[in-house]
């Protein structure tokens, strides 16, 4: 059954019980939000030179960026959108956005956490707009270490909105641009190859994921599967926004002691192990720190093998939300909060709230660790529904797509291994399908003490994690997200 996108996302929205528009209340309130940018005592960095930088698909700007050298030392100031100041704690928008936790996204079309006069406008920092802004003003030496950081309220003129496809290979800009932005640039690119060694140093893990990118038809339906680019360009935000995220997560635990951390959890030991037998074909050794093992893993391993990255993931744990601050296994930091997107994440929101009250010396304090945490837990679980949500839609439209390949042989790979089966992840396509138990003839099979493979009771035949397998399609259900398989040998 051919499923288009329309289709796909009225059943996704349905199944999940997902929000389907905003209450006139939530509507009304956003249209009458009145801030008066000219009378707000706030530092005026509108002359600054700040450049958003995002996907070509965006429209909503939280974040915003300038870096300035001074001899070997850098100066970045990340300047996000101050959402907090047009949501307010217990109004209508912010109950609503609390309800909704994140926005979701799919393919051309978004559930926002806020009404798009918020999110797309008043909020966002377009170019050539005056915008209230909170600004994490970092300082750092040439080796890319911080010294120092600051946060304030502030005013910023975004000068130009450029896409991560502007830049080439060599990470030159095709824009015609002032020496001003040239500049900043530039001061961005070193700034981020000093942060990626240090990066490394720490051993931070790099998870190398393939998202897909659909070609869809004027109605809707796929026309061909692909995946998105890693860009240099990409990179650079990203490690100006784990600069931002972890000064405040430090900057709230000194000055606080409370904050909704974002929070990752080291793997249990059994499964390292059994990911150092699958890769490395040796086991997990005492003498070793966890991170130390799994670095070791992640520096063999190449961006386009994409077997071992996903054995990797299945590896971890889930990143969440807490008010006990555990630390951040995966980027290997001490503390590590969000806070550059508050436009499409709740405890972005409440980290700014939290900032805020610090900054203006607020001796009414709206927050209880109980209440942060009721928010941490409720956002951990909306998160991952709107995950849940976006890759179900992938799902169902790729699912639909592949009816054209039944009978066609597909590598794959070996993800998952069940009493009932296997589950292959089809290496053309990054999705995963059943080879039913009954599919593997000549046989009886059982599935081991450890659950790492089936056997067959007389042949002996292994099917295990990671092992390569031909295969053929044979059936697909896509609203129920199943794709069919048997071997072809």
């Known amino acids: 059954m051919k499923i288009n996108l329309k289709t796909a996302i009225n059943f996704v929205i349905d199944q999940n019980q997902l929000p389907k528009s905003f209450s006139s209340k939530v509507l009304s309130e956003a249209q009458s939000v009145k801030i008066e940018i000219d009378k707000l005592d706030r530092k005026n960095l509108s002359e600054l030179p700040f450049v958003t930088i995002d996907g070509i698909d965006a429209k909503d700007f939280d974040d915003a960026v300038y870096c300035k050298q001074q001899k070997d030392n850098f100066n970045l100031l990340v300047a996000i959108a101050d959402v907090s100041l047009y949501v307010k704690q217990n109004s209508c928008l912010d109950k609503e956005a609390c309800i909704r936790g994140t926005s ?10 806020l009404p798009e006069e918020l999110s797309n406008n008043l909020c966002s920092l377009k170019p050539c707009e005056m915008r209230p802004v909170l600004v994490a003003d970092i300082k750092l030496n040439a080796d890319g270490e911080i010294k120092k950081y600051s946060f304030y309220q502030a005013i910023i003129e975004s000068k130009i909105r450029l896409c991560y496809e502007d830049f080439n290979e060599e990470f030159e800009y ?5 020496s001003e932005i040239k500049n900043s640039l530039k001061n961005l690119k070193k700034l981020t190859t000093l942060r990626l060694k240090k990066k490394i140093a720490r051993k931070a893990l790099n998870f190398s ?12 339906y796929v026309k061909k599967i692909g995946f998105d680019a890693s860009l240099k360009s990409q990179k650079v935000i990203e490690e100006c926004m784990l600069l931002a995220n972890e000064c405040a997560a430090n900057f709230l635990n000194i000055k606080m002691k409370m904050c909704p951390y974002r929070i990752h959890e080291e793997p249990e030991e059994t499964k390292i192990d059994h990911l150092m037998k699958l890769v490395l074909k040796r086991s997990f050794s005492n003498k070793a720190s966890k991170i130390d093992q799994l670095h070791l893993i992640n520096s063999k391993v190449k961006d386009d093998d994409m077997l071992t990255n996903s054995l990797i993931l299945q590896a971890m744990q889930r990143a969440e939300y807490s008010t006990n601050n555990i630390g951040h296994f995966g980027l290997q930091l001490s503390s590590y909060c969000h806070f550059t997107s508050p436009i499409r994440r709740y405890p972005d929101l409440i980290a700014h709230r939290l900032i805020k009250i610090i900054l203006n010396k607020e001796k009414v304090f709206n927050f209880s660790e109980e209440d942060l945490e009721e928010i941490c837990i409720n956002s951990s679980q909306l998160e991952q529904r709107a995950e849940n949500a976006s890759r179900q839609i992938h799902q169902i439209l790729i699912i639909s797509f592949l009816e054209k390949y039944f009978g066609e042989r597909l590598k794959g790979f070996v993800v998952g291994v069940t009493e009932f089966g296997l589950f292959v992840n089809l290496e053309k396509f990054q999705i995963s399908g059943l080879l039913h138990v009954s599919e593997l003839k000549k046989d009886r099979y059982f599935l081991s003490n450890n659950g790492n ?3 067959g009771e007389k042949t002996g035949t292994k099917y295990m994690m990671s092992q390569r397998l031909n295969v053929v399609i044979v059936g697909t259900s896509p609203l129920e997200g199943k794709i069919n398989l048997k071997l072809d040998n």
Do not use: E, R
Request: net charge positive; glycine share 6%.
């Open 174 to 178: 095709k824009k015609n641009l002032g």
């Open 209 to 220: 994921t393939k998202a897909h990118k659909l070609d869809l038809s004027k109605d809707g």
């Open 104 to 113: 979701i996204y799919f393919p051309q079309y978004v559930i926002p956490m």
């Open 453 to 455: 493979f089936l056997y």
